[in-house]
């Protein structure tokens, strides 16, 4: 008897291994004849339906699963050292309503891809879930959407012309005292968040509304790019973006 409850046990160990095993063939996107099938029977997941990753911070997989549980989802899980893969079976469900239940239950931080149509779509959906938490800003806990993020992934997945941008677009703004240098920022990032009013951003920061113009002017000699050309602009939200998350900080 005692035979055969270790029998069962090696059984059940065995198994795990090769879930596993398909689980991260799936996620790193090998691309193995037959492997979705195999994976969808070992997984006992359907090989077709719409899949969303989820790439959360290490600890976070642990509240994901109650919420998933409790909202009746299909999901498997891949833990790492430093972060962990939740796949979910959408079903007829959208990935803003994962995010926000996620959310609910503070999974967070984390990021989540594009819906994979069916499990031979994981890796992708994997690798922009882990680009999509690269644009998540320092100190934050929130769980974000690549879709939501695309100008920021573009950034951040090209790490060399990041760092030539920021240098050539806000290397005068950086030279300043530290200070200084964030009071600009400061008002350049709330300024954008009020869609470009100066008023609504005087508001925030607590000044007039001619303060936070003369600090965009200032901005714009600095930076020699003007805020109301369209591609001038463009130049100096992806160069504050790339300051903020790849850019080394004093």
């Known amino acids: 008897m005692s035979g055969s409850a270790e029998g069962r046990s090696e059984d059940r160990r065995r198994g795990g291994e090769r879930s596993r095993a398909l689980l991260d063939a799936l996620l790193e996107g090998r691309p193995e004849p037959g492997l979705a099938a195999r994976a969808a029977e070992g997984l006992e997941l359907p090989e077709r339906g719409r899949y969303a990753v989820v790439v959360l911070r290490a600890g976070g997989g642990g509240p994901a699963v109650g919420a998933l549980e409790a909202a009746g989802l299909r999901f498997v899980r891949r833990r790492r050292t430093d972060r962990e893969c939740v796949v979910v079976a959408l079903g007829d469900r959208d990935p803003p309503a994962l995010v926000a239940l996620l959310a609910r239950c503070g999974a967070g931080p984390g990021g989540v891809g594009p819906v994979a149509d069916g499990l031979a779509g994981l890796g992708t959906a994997r690798r922009l879930a882990e680009l999509a938490l690269l644009t998540r800003p320092p100190g934050t806990t929130e769980i974000v959407r690549l879709e939501e993020r695309l100008p920021t992934a573009l950034v951040v997945s090209q790490p060399e012309l990041s760092a030539r941008l920021v ?19 400061r008002t350049l990032e709330t300024w954008l968040e009020c869609g470009g009013s100066a008023g609504r951003a ?24 003007s805020l109301s050309r369209p591609r001038e602009l463009t130049e100096t939200v992806l160069a504050l973006d790339a300051f903020r998350l790849t850019a080394p900080h004093p």
């Open 167 to 185: 240098a050539d677009v806000l290397g005068p703004l950086l030279a300043l005292p530290p200070a200084e240098r964030a009071l600009l920022v």
């Open 202 to 225: 005087a508001g925030r920061l607590y000044c007039h509304r001619n303060t936070v113009l003369n600090r965009l002017r200032r901005l714009e000699r600095l930076t020699a790019r």
